[in-house]
């Protein structure tokens, strides 16, 4: 069900026991970080946390609004990261096409998205209240400084709202955003970033780019912002076919963009592209470090806009899990069925938490000639999703990815370093701090997959040990006779 309102998901989290109000005083500052560090480490990533009296403002903050996989699948609509890849799976065709008839079935697809256009309203709650040119005030939310050497306060929860100058096509991104002073910021966009590629858009025509900054608002809005999305949609169509209703936009007050009405909060800003970038962060990132200080432009803050009573949503980075962990399992999940059209081999894969999302993924494929795992690496490494992973590992389908010791396993068993180990070199996550060179570096993949003679392999491979069906469900139907009673091991 679509929400209209941030407060009517919270209430329905408050009567099933996954929001905690905090009424004792606290600390924007390094306090709310480690509160909610704590409780997301939780087992299944434990409640959404709001805290009433936050020191300096008279605004609320919330965090850890989705950081558990059952309020991610809430605030999409369905009851598993599965039902969710499935529905976006219905609107692309398992193959791609090749002929004129095979494009013209893909039409009533689209359909599906076609009834849910966002549609643009005269006014909204994000706008009941407005603060425009000197009235702006940054110092008057509740921004968080999260972690000790964090250069500053930082917006980490807001969906940035950009337009490609020509085309007029929005994107939303989740990017952070470090506060400078009363009314400028910094954004921290990266080079495989939407929001940057309609930067080089601007600077090329040398026009101001307007840029939104919006918070809260329908939940599905984080995950919109963040899950991949099939060919030929944008952010706001995905958003509206999730939650199975239009969302609805507002102009904003200072510059030509649209956001979402039903807001708490909006900061809205402009990027002089003819302005030298400066020296941003550090900042402690999702992958447990602080990514190091770079050069990023300043955003002029043009406007803020919020309802009469704002809620100011924000969400902690760090050693996972945490609450982009789970919005990073979505997308996980989301983007099989995508993945698939590229390498339809792949039966599944897994980015383990350990791995930070982007350092580490599991794949297990239906091998069928040689060196086919190496074009399953190739196909991982050019996607854009999943494009800047570090190490990938390939194993046979029957391999369960998901069981991580099930695959370290069979790297063990079958692995050879000096024939089944590939290096390769291309773009890389920018915050991966062991990269020699920012966003370019080594990529490693290792083929753990059974392997056939045409592979340099001239000896028989041996079969896995494993006891037949017939035996395994004997001794299960005897089990309660052994005497073992609930002695039952986990088994592969």
């Given at each position: 069900m679509p929400y209209d309102h941030l407060s009517e998901f919270l209430n329905e989290l408050q009567d099933r026991g996954e929001l905690i109000r905090i009424s004792a005083e606290v600390d924007p500052a390094l306090e709310i970080t480690?509160?909610?560090?704590?409780?997301?480490?939780?087992?299944?990533?434990?409640?959404?946390?709001?805290?009433?009296?936050?020191?300096?403002?008279?605004?609320?903050?919330?965090?850890?609004?989705?950081?558990?996989?059952?309020?991610?699948?809430?605030?999409?609509?369905?009851?598993?990261?599965?039902?969710?890849?499935?529905?976006?799976?219905?609107?692309?065709?398992?193959?791609?096409?090749?002929?004129?008839?095979?494009?013209?079935?893909?039409?009533?697809?689209?359909?599906?998205?076609?009834?849910?256009?966002?549609?643009?309203?005269?006014n909204g709650p994000c706008q009941q209240v407005v603060k425009l040119g000197r009235d702006v005030d940054l110092s008057e939310l509740p921004i968080l400084q999260c972690w000790p050497l964090d250069a500053g306060k930082f917006i980490t929860f807001g969906q940035v709202v950009t337009k490609h100058p020509v085309k007029g096509e929005l994107s939303v991104g989740m990017h952070r955003v470090q506060v400078c002073d009363k009314n400028s910021a910094f954004m921290h966009w990266h080079l495989h970033h939407a929001g940057y590629r309609n930067f080089t858009e601007y600077h090329k025509l040398g026009q101001q780019m307007p840029i939104a900054v919006s918070l809260g608002g329908d939940p599905v809005f984080a995950c919109m912002a963040r899950v991949p999305r099939p060919p030929g949609l944008d952010e706001y169509q995905l958003g509206g076919f999730l939650r199975g209703q239009c969302i609805d936009l507002v102009k904003c007050r200072s510059i030509d963009l649209e956001v979402p009405a039903s807001a708490e909060i909006v900061i809205e800003g402009t990027i002089d592209p003819t302005e030298p970038w400066e020296a941003a962060g550090p900042f402690g990132d999702?992958?447990?470090?602080?990514?190091?200080?770079?050069?990023?432009?300043?955003?002029?803050?043009?406007?803020?806009?919020?309802?009469?009573?704002?809620?100011?949503?924000?969400?902690?980075f760090g050693k996972p899990p945490m609450e982009d962990y789970w919005l990073g399992k979505a997308a996980e999940r989301i983007f099989l069925p995508m993945l698939k059209l590229l390498a339809p081999e792949v039966v599944d894969y897994n980015m383990p938490r350990a791995g930070a999302f982007?350092?580490?993924?599991?794949?297990?494929?239906?091998?069928?000639?040689?060196?086919q795992a190496r074009k399953v690496m190739n196909a991982i490494w050019s996607a854009a999703p999943t494009l800047c992973t570090k190490i990938v590992v390939?194993?046979?389908?029957?391999?369960?990815?998901?069981?991580?010791?099930?695959?370290?396993?069979?790297?063990?068993?079958?692995?050879?370093?000096?024939?089944?180990?590939?290096?390769?070199?291309?773009?890389t996550d920018i915050l991966d701090h062991a990269a020699p060179t920012c966003g370019i570096g080594h990529k490693l993949g290792i083929d753990a997959t059974r392997k056939f003679p045409e592979e340099g392999h001239p000896r028989p491979w041996p079969e896995e040990t494993t006891m037949s069906r017939e035996?395994?469900?004997?001794?299960?139907?005897?089990?309660?006779?052994?005497?073992?009673?609930?002695?039952?091991?986990?088994?592969?």
């Open positions: 480690e509160i909610t560090d704590r409780v997301s480490k939780s087992p299944a990533g434990g409640p959404a946390l709001f805290f009433e009296r936050v020191k300096g403002s008279t605004m609320p903050v919330l965090t850890n609004l989705l950081g558990s996989s059952a309020r991610v699948c809430r605030a999409m609509g369905v009851t598993s990261f599965d039902e969710a890849a499935d529905r976006i799976a219905g609107l692309i065709r398992p193959q791609a096409p090749e002929g004129w008839l095979e494009k013209l079935k893909m039409v009533p697809q689209f359909a599906q998205t076609a009834k849910f256009p966002p549609r643009v309203v005269r999702r992958t447990g470090f602080y990514n190091l200080a770079r050069q990023f432009p300043r955003l002029h803050i043009t406007a803020v806009t919020h309802r009469a009573n704002p809620i100011y949503p924000a969400t902690i982007h350092n580490l993924a599991f794949v297990s494929i239906k091998k069928q000639y040689p060196q390939v194993v046979d389908e029957h391999v369960d990815v998901q069981n991580e010791e099930q695959v370290w396993f069979h790297v063990g068993a079958n692995v050879h370093p000096g024939r089944d180990v590939v290096l390769s070199e291309g773009p035996v395994k469900d004997f001794v299960t139907q005897r089990w309660a006779e052994y005497g073992l009673g609930n002695l039952l091991p986990e088994t592969w």
